[in-house]
């Protein structure tokens, strides 16, 4: 999966349920989904395999101590 190298797998689900949920809300979906696959949370996951979800984290940057 192209985007685990840079997530942690709490970010990943984050990540994946927002996307989820945009989905349950009637948001276009960006892959062709199986047939058998209806549920919101199976698409968002094959979303994330395929590396095409349009959500990022944006990390804070962190002082550096003097």
Partial sequence: ??????KTRFEKTRIISARALQIAQGS??????????????????LEWEAGVIPIDIKEEEKEEKK
């Fill in 1 to 6: 999966m192209p985007n685990d190298k840079y």
């Fill in 28 to 45: 276009p979906v960006l892959i062709k989904v199986p047939k058998n696959v209806t549920e919101p949370i199976e698409i968002a996951k």
